[in-house]
């Protein structure tokens, strides 16, 4: 079972920048697919990046070039760099593991880190 810590958040300007950390337990980090989703207050979780164990990246459209993913397997931890933040990017952060080599497949969560963006 995977342990998730999600941490970062906090209270910016427009323009202003954050860095959520992701923290995981487990011997086997370097292997799972990582993720950061959002919720802001009346809409549905949404996968803002993603990030493979061969290091490919994927964002969704509103974020892409503001915001990076990345990871430090020796520190079994998971980054999001999050640049010229808008005020639509408020929402709770939640990292993710998806381990889809096994049937059915297994999500974890973290429990959300708070982003607010607003002048």
């Known amino acids: 079972q995977v342990q998730l810590v999600d941490s970062g958040g906090g209270l910016v300007q427009p323009g202003g920048s954050l860095r959520l950390s992701c923290a995981a337990s487990?011997?086997?980090?370097?292997?799972?697919?990582m993720g950061w989703y959002r919720q802001a207050p009346g809409k549905q979780r949404e996968l803002v990046a993603r990030i493979t164990s061969g290091g490919s990246t994927y964002y969704a459209d509103s974020v892409k070039g503001r915001f990076t993913i990345s990871r430090d397997n020796a520190k079994n931890t998971a980054y999001l760099q999050m640049n010229s933040l808008k005020p639509e990017d408020t929402a709770v952060y939640y990292c993710?593991?998806?381990?889809?080599?096994?049937?059915?497949?297994?999500?974890?969560w973290g429990q959300g880190t708070q982003v607010t963006v607003s002048s």
């Open positions: 993710n593991v998806d381990i889809v080599v096994v049937t059915p497949p297994q999500t974890y």
């Open positions: 487990g011997s086997s980090f370097s292997r799972y697919r």
